[in-house]
């Protein structure tokens, strides 16, 4: 949902951390793996039983902005050949879910203002060179979804230059047009106008005046939008993540936000795309807090996914403050909010945030424990490219600043090109580089390494309930088990910058360490507490056998 464009969304970006140029979806791979049975325990609401082609609920995901991952012709800019060219790097990760964002043709930047949603943007290749970068990953195991922007277009796209013309024009209603701008409708986050007019008449865009909203209540715009789905899954692509979901469709008194249509156009869309294209996958953002993102799920008939940013800015917050009560408030909190917690997808920050190593201020013991509490937590986890090497990005405010090019090497172009970078290199610590990493065992790089296989290998970390456990003892600790059937694992994790000695956790079962760093003792277990003590900002994922 982050967009804006050409300063009108500053006062948004100030809080929120949006873009401010614009705002910012294969054939099924084989043998997913099966969901376990859910555990049968009380709650208030029914759990969500998983479909079996739910691949995703094994995946972890890694963000990639093309523009900035990896340049092959000399031009400054990423392309989708740099990708392919780099995809072994993303097997050193175990990664296997790809999102790129936006890939059509756009007049700005960062694409989030489409004029054809069939076609790839001249700056990063062409459709053989998609197809070839999708070939080419599928041989590696990785699934690749794009961005869908069903929201808004370009009102540079054909469709809106068709419907500008009149209510005689065809496309006309693929827009919304009033004669006078409606009193009462605002942007939810700052109050701004939403109605720009155009001659004699105002059109409706909630980002601004270049992006109008698209009708997606016409159903011949649900049918193309349906249409072009279809298009790109048959050119082997995996799913969509839908921009700005939260604001799809709107009601006549002017509500935009989290709307019951928009929620019914959501299951009808759902319903579509399981029978016609089954195993895509529709995974929305929904910036917003983890109980209206949970509305989300629907009865398990909506998205299948969705960014959890309130957990998001947990995760952060805690790791970088040493101050656990906002992150054990966020983990009570989802597990309320939740009947599937693998609807969640938890990550540290995007494209529209700043990075969060410059939110730890570089702080390497920060950025490792707040790597392993997110890559512990429930749902699909996603990376943004860079974050792997602590990348830290530009130091000023424009959204350009946080999709700065990706350091691959030490040299002044970080090997990302042999041209000028489309936008300046940024300036990184020393060894915040893949090679300078590669070649470093005790590296952030190796880290992520190391922790996406076990949590690979283990089906409570992939696909477990999350339960947060209060320990006696323990000052700056947090602590939760994941469990799936009778396989559970512990999460212990101290953020605060002083070591702990031995506490206490109640919880039965002879630990195995999966993995940890800054563990001062093996943990031991008499049966019903477990004794663990840890240093600065370290962390445990510890197996549990009866």
Not at 105 to 116: L, M
Not at 140 to 168: A, C, M, Q, T, V
Not at 261 to 284: C, F, M, Q, S, V
Not at 450 to 457: A, D, E, I, N, S
């Amino acid at each position: 949902m982050r967009a804006g464009a050409c300063g009108l969304v500053l006062a948004f970006c100030a809080t929120l951390g949006c873009k401010t140029s614009a705002p910012d979806v294969a054939e099924v791979m084989p043998a997913p793996i099966p969901a376990p049975a859910p555990e049968v325990a009380p709650a208030p609401a029914p759990v969500l039983v998983p479909a079996l082609n739910e691949w995703w609920r094994d995946a972890v995901g890694y963000e990639i902005f093309v523009r900035s991952f990896q340049d092959t012709d000399g031009n400054g800019i990423g392309d989708l050949k740099g990708i392919a060219q780099r995809l072994d790097h993303l097997v050193s990760l175990n990664v296997d879910l790809v999102w790129l964002m936006p890939i059509h043709p756009s007049p700005s930047y960062h694409g989030y203002d489409v004029v054809d949603y069939r076609d790839v943007n001249p700056d990063y290749g062409t459709l053989a060179d998609l197809d070839a970068l999708v070939a080419a990953a599928r041989e590696r195991g990785i699934r690749i979804i794009i961005d869908l922007l069903l929201n808004h277009s370009s009102d540079r796209h054909p469709w809106f230059l068709e419907s500008r013309k009149g209510p005689g024009n065809p496309k006309y209603d693929w827009y919304s047009w009033r004669d006078t701008a409606p009193s009462g409708w605002s942007r939810p986050w700052d109050g701004a106008p939403v109605w720009h007019q155009l001659g004699e008449r105002f059109y409706y865009g909630l980002f601004w005046g270049g992006m109008p909203d698209i009708n997606i209540a016409n159903p011949a715009v649900q049918a193309e939008m349906e249409d072009i789905m279809d298009f790109w899954v048959k050119r082997g692509l995996a799913g969509f993540r839908i921009d700005a979901i939260r604001y799809l469709m709107e009601t006549p008194d002017g509500q935009n936000a989290d709307t019951l249509e928009t929620h019914a156009y959501l299951k009808g869309l759902r319903k579509r795309i399981d029978a016609k294209l089954p195993g895509t996958l529709l995974l929305g953002e929904a910036w917003t807090n983890a109980e209206d993102q949970a509305v989300y799920a629907g009865e398990g008939d909506e998205l299948h996914l969705a960014f959890s940013f309130d957990m998001a800015s947990s995760i952060v917050e805690t790791a970088r403050d040493g101050v656990r009560s906002r992150l054990n408030q966020m983990l009570d909190r989802s597990a309320e909010a939740f009947k599937d917690r693998g609807f969640e997808a938890p990550f540290l920050t995007n494209h529209d945030m700043a990075r969060v190593a410059r939110e730890m201020m570089k702080d390497p013991l920060k950025l490792r424990v707040a790597a392993a509490i997110m890559l512990a937590s429930p749902g699909t986890p996603f990376l943004y490219y860079g974050e792997e090497i602590g990348m830290v990005g530009g130091a000023a405010r424009e959204d350009e600043n946080k999709r700065t090019p990706m350091h691959w090497d030490a040299t002044p172009k970080g090997g990302f090109t042999t041209g000028e970078p489309w936008w300046p290199m940024s300036d990184e610590a020393k060894g915040s580089d893949v090679a300078t990493q590669s070649a470093d065992a005790g590296s952030l790089l190796a880290l992520y390494r190391r922790l996406v296989p076990v949590r690979k290998q283990n089906l409570a970390l992939r696909r477990g309930d999350q339960k947060r456990i209060d320990q006696k003892g323990g000052k700056g600790v947090v602590s939760f088990v994941r469990t799936a059937g009778d396989e559970r694992v512990l999460v212990v994790a101290n953020v605060d910058k002083l070591a702990v000695p031995a506490f206490q956790i109640v919880v039965p079962g002879k630990p195995e360490v999966l993995a940890s760093e800054g563990l001062d003792m093996p943990p031991t277990s008499d049966g019903t507490n477990l004794t663990i003590a840890l240093g600065p900002r370290s962390f445990a994922w510890i197996k549990l056998t009866n």
